[in-house]
């Protein structure tokens, strides 16, 4: 009788390939995290230019008196069939995503949906981006403090 032939990969070629796919993982790692901070930075950026432009909006119009009762000093605006509260002709440091809310409702964000994590203090929101290290990876929005101020709004990307 002949010999039968084996099927199959030796053991070494099977080493040969687990180092090659070794190091292309070890090449790819850094890229991939680098990737995963880009994307944190991007997000808190557009979440920074979403609550300015709701601000703005809103308070154009709060101006212009579109629906709604606002005043100078307060009142509500309805914006996209929501209600929102608004304080100083702004929209108000509420978290909340239901009518009548705050900014968040005003810049239709939703934190669950969005990856954010949000917490309110008096009139400050901070909104920040899971994943990255709190709190150097969020936006803060402080209600307008006086009528004719705008509210204060910064962004913090080292920590994403």
Do not use: W
Not at 61 to 81: D, F, Q, S, W, Y
């Amino acid at each position: 009788m002949g010999r039968r032939k084996s099927s199959g990969f030796t053991l070494i070629e099977l080493v040969v390939v687990i180092a090659i796919v070794g190091i292309l993982a070890a090449t790819a790692l850094p890229r991939f995290i680098a990737m995963q901070t880009q994307a944190r930075v991007s997000k808190t950026q557009a979440m920074f230019g979403a609550i300015r432009s709701a601000s703005a909006i809103a308070h154009a119009g709060c101006i212009a008196n579109v629906g709604g009762t606002c005043t100078p000093t307060g009142g509500t605006l309805i914006m996209e069939g929501a209600t929102v509260n608004m304080a100083n002709g702004y929209p108000t440091a509420d978290a909340n995503t239901g009518s009548p809310g705050g900014i968040i409702l005003a810049a239709q964000i939703n934190p669950s949906a969005d990856g954010l994590t949000v917490s309110v203090s008096g009139p400050t929101l901070n909104m920040d981006v899971q994943g990255g290290t709190v709190p150097n990876c969020r936006v803060v929005y402080t209600q307008a403090v006086a009528v004719n101020t705008a509210p204060t709004i910064t962004l913090d990307v080292s920590g994403c």
